[in-house]
Nanobody
Framework: EVQLQASGGGWVQPGGSLRLSCATS????????IGWFRQAPGKEREGVSS????????HIEDSVKGRFTISSDSSKNTVYLQMDYVKPEDTAVYYC??????????????????????WGRGTLVTVSS
């Protein structure tokens, strides 16, 4: 059974940092792409970033480019989202998702209404002073 669990959320001041983790199990990690998405209260889901573990391809949305970094640790079957210089508009529930199609995952981050095979529970990030 494919499982994904996002963690690491919490409260952080503007300009601060936070690292989210997406722990995975139930599939061959290196065959899958993992994406990060977020949904703020009252807003539509938004794609943030993705990484394809089979070829290392990384995509980062312009809204977080230069501030967020995605990385993958195959020894732990975990993908991370390092969030630096956070802003109040980064406040949202953050979710990770998995798909075995790299191009599809990248497309899903750009067009977040695109269906994906597997989703995990989210972790709340609150940015405020």
């Amino acid at each position: 059974e494919v499982q994904l669990q996002a963690s690491g959320g919490g409260w952080v001041q503007p300009g601060g940092s936070l690292r989210l983790s997406c722990a995975t199990s139930g599939f061959t990690f290196n065959d899958y792409a993992i994406g990060w998405f977020r949904q703020a209260p009252g807003k539509e889901r938004e794609g943030v970033s993705s990484i394809c573990n089979n070829n290392g391809r990384i995509h980062i949305e312009d809204s977080v480019k230069g501030r967020f970094t995605i990385s993958s640790d195959s020894s732990k079957n975990t993908v991370y989202l390092q969030m630096d210089y956070v802003k109040p508009e980064d406040t949202a529930v953050y979710y990770c998702a998995a798909d075995n199609r790299c191009h599809h995952m990248v497309h899903s981050v750009v067009v977040p209404t695109t269906p994906l095979n597997h989703w995990g529970r989210g972790t709340l990030v609150t940015v405020s002073s």
